[in-house]
């Protein structure tokens, strides 16, 4: 019987700049044999992270979620992700849909939502997002193992990172032997 995992999160969960056998997904599946979901990808937010979240759950066993910043928020589009970011001013997307108006759109919605963002309101949506997946998945019987690249407000059990810089590239992800650190600290954070 193989072990589903599920594992979500943003760039550095992603493995930004690795080679794909560097990645958190390819040790977790190449070194703790589990049959891996990855649906981290860069620039993600704490919401699209708990919706995916909220899709995949019942159809794994282990969940390792490594929860964003608060600032970060993103929409749909005909079926594509559209992550906004305070440093992202210009979006990428598929050469197959219409991106001039998308990309006009999203500069004006970016300056907009920018403009009018509350940190504490998206701070306060970034703590219940996190400890209502962690109740659903303790709900369900899952093992999980969250980490955070920002500190929260939630009374949950939370992983935080200290990465040392020698660990991490020149941009701050984390290079191999940051990923191999964290995923270390991961596993057996999973087998406790």
């Not at 993600?44 to 019942?58: E, G, Q, R, V, Y």
Request: charge should be negative.
């Amino acid at each position: 019987m193989s072990k589903k995992l599920y594992l979500d999160g943003c760039s550095y969960t992603f493995g930004l700049h690795l080679e794909k056998e560097d990645t958190l997904a390819h040790l977790f599946s190449e070194s703790a044999g589990y049959q891996v979901t990855n649906n981290s990808r860069p620039g993600k937010s704490n919401m699209a992270i708990a919706l995916d979240t909220f899709n995949s759950i019942k159809n794994h066993d282990t969940i390792v979620l490594g929860w964003t910043y608060a600032s970060r928020s993103y929409l749909k589009y005909n079926g594509y992700n559209i992550d906004l970011l305070a440093s992202r001013l210009q979006i990428e997307l598929p050469h197959d849909i219409d991106t001039n108006n998308i990309e006009s759109t999203y500069t004006a919605l970016h300056k907009q939502f920018y403009s009018l963002y509350d940190a504490e309101h998206f701070n306060n949506v970034s703590d219940m997002l996190m400890t209502s997946t962690y109740h659903l998945a303790k709900s369900l019987g899952k093992k999980m193992v969250f980490f955070s690249w920002e500190k929260r407000s939630t009374n949950i059990p939370v992983y935080y990172p200290h990465i040392p810089s020698s660990y991490r590239l020149p941009d701050s992800h984390l290079n191999v032997a940051g990923t191999m650190y964290l995923y270390n600290t991961l596993q057996g954070l999973i087998n406790e």
